[in-house]
């Protein structure tokens, strides 16, 4: 692999800047790893090599004008396969939109393509981003770069498995209850969702609207928060999206955090950590110790119902927005139906995964009358309460720390069979998405087989600076983000 695949955006940049590369160059070379690791990988759905091409085009003229160059322009970048990108397939891993091609663009993908941001691929994902481990994609498994038996997380797994094996040097994924800092931790890169708004949804597929997230992967929390800057702000095709200015994050990034409070989540230190887990957790406090900052522990009550709370919120979200897949607008219909119902049956029965049936079901059971109060009702308080406990710990310390995952990226196949233990991954992120509060993962370490360990940061809505702050300092102290997967 050439060595300039495995710098940060921000080298790559000043690379292209001081002229020692051209972005056709740099496209060029990332085409080439592609084609070297994607048998081994197979992170994307699909290439766009074509307008990857173009705009790194683009960005070599600018350069040969002596033009001022946007953020990350010339930078290879994947879009989960759940992002509208115009003329590309966006599958969602679904068979039921196997065909589907991208009518308009998602406002993350004009964002990028007027910052000249190259984008590479379609990376896969669990079918309709519902999933853990990418198991449940309609079409390839993914395979982590670290250890290629192993899942690389869910949903976003091509997207982070792809930066892992420098396939490209940024990607977005969603995150719903976890499905980017999940990855991120599993593959040892930085992945961060945030505040819920921050970034306009118009054009992701919706899994449920009022949890999902678009947000950043990359090797490097600088990168990883000049991305965020590129996506942010506010549209009026998204009525969620905020009207709040968006910040220069890389500012803020080397703040002395001297005197400022983390709590460790007491709940997440306890019962099912893995020893290497918990070892790697004790060295990030020891380091932000070190660093002046006063670590306290935090309970955080509700954190053992989270998880219930969001198989009901997501699952009922999730069976009306599918409802829209039914043979007549979108991607797959059915080809010998008798009548419209069976149209609808038919079209749908065979273009959705077993997972995603099953989340439709718990849905749409949920919602059902005589159900509603019991489940869905009594979901939404509990979601204030966890809302709650996140405001009064943040009365008392700026962030909050935690294990991302209780384990390491396990073997392929291992909870294919028990959706519980699958849904269990999701323990230490699922709170973040229900109080819309943003959250990074950080390489911290690794375990004894070589598997990559994720530390989680969280901090209260709209704080994403100091969660950049934050993870930075605990980066500068450790080198892990240096070592690339050996593949
Ligand atoms: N793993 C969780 C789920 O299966 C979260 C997914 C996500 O964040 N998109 O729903």
Redesign the pocket.
């Known amino acids: 692999m050439e060595e300039i695949l495995k710098k940060s955006a921000t080298e790559q940049s000043k690379a292209l800047r001081n002229k020692e590369i051209s972005a056709v160059e740099l496209a060029e070379a990332t085409f080439k790893r592609i084609d070297e690791v994607e048998p081994k990988i197979k992170a994307f759905n699909s290439l766009t090599k074509e307008t990857a091409m173009e705009t790194a085009k683009k960005v070599d003229e600018k350069i040969a004008k002596g033009e001022e160059l946007p953020l990350l322009a010339g930078i290879p970048l994947v879009l989960k396969d759940n992002m509208n990108l115009v003329g590309s397939k966006t599958t969602a891993s679904s068979k039921i939109l196997e065909n589907f091609v991208s009518p308009y663009n998602a406002t993350i993908t004009d964002k990028l393509l007027n910052n000249l941001v190259p984008i590479v691929a379609k990376a896969n994902l ?1 079918e309709f ?4 481990s990418n198991e449940n994609s309609a079409f390839n498994e993914v395979h982590n770069p670290w250890n290629l038996s192993k899942v690389p997380g ?3 797994g091509g997207s982070a498995a792809s930066v892992a094996a420098c396939e490209a040097t940024l990607s977005l994924g ?7 800092r ?1 990855p991120a931790s599993f593959c040892g890169i930085v992945g961060m969702k945030p505040t819920y708004g921050r970034v306009s949804r118009y054009g992701l597929i919706a ?1 449920a609207s009022s ?2 997230q678009i947000g950043p992967f990359a090797r490097t929390v600088e990168d990883a928060a000049n991305l965020l800057q590129v996506i942010s702000g506010l549209d009026p095709k998204d009525s969620t999206s905020l009207d709040v200015p968006v910040e220069d994050y890389s500012k803020s990034l080397n703040n002395d955090i001297k005197g400022r409070k983390i709590g460790v989540i007491k709940e997440l230190m306890g019962e099912g950590l893995s020893d290497d887990v918990r070892k790697a957790i004790e060295m990030a406090i020891e380091t932000y110790k070190k660093q002046g900052a006063e670590i306290v522990e935090i309970s955080l009550p509700t954190l053992k119902y989270s998880i219930g709370i ?1 198989y009901i919120l ?1 699952t009922a979200e999730c069976s009306s927005n599918l409802a829209r897949f039914d043979g007549v607008r979108y991607g797959h219909r059915c080809a010998d139906a008798s009548c419209l119902l069976d149209m609808y049956t038919k079209t749908r029965a065979e273009g959705f995964g077993p997972e995603v049936k099953r989340r439709i079901m718990l849905g749409t059971y949920a919602l059902s009358s005589g159900y509603y109060d019991a489940y869905y009702k009594k979901a939404q308080q509990m979601r204030r309460l966890v809302k709650e406990d996140f405001d009064k710990a943040f009365t008392q310390v700026d962030a909050l720390i935690s294990p991302t995952c209780p384990n390491t990226a396990f073997d392929i196949g291992a909870r294919t069979e028990d959706p519980l233990a ?2 269990l ?2 323990i230490a ?2 709170s973040a ?1 229900l109080a819309g509060i943003p959250g990074i993962s950080i390489p911290a370490g690794f375990d004894a087989d070589g598997m990559p360990i994720g530390l989680q940061i969280l901090t209260p809505q709209l704080k994403e600076a100091d969660l950049f702050n934050f993870s930075y300092k605990f980066e500068q102290e450790h080198d892990y983000y240096k070592q690339i997967a050996n593949v």
């Open positions: 669990d981003a519902m999933g853990s869910g949903s976003s969603s995150d719903t209850g976890g499905s980017i999940l899994f949890l999902d969001y997501a699958m849904y991954t999701d992120t699922i998405n």
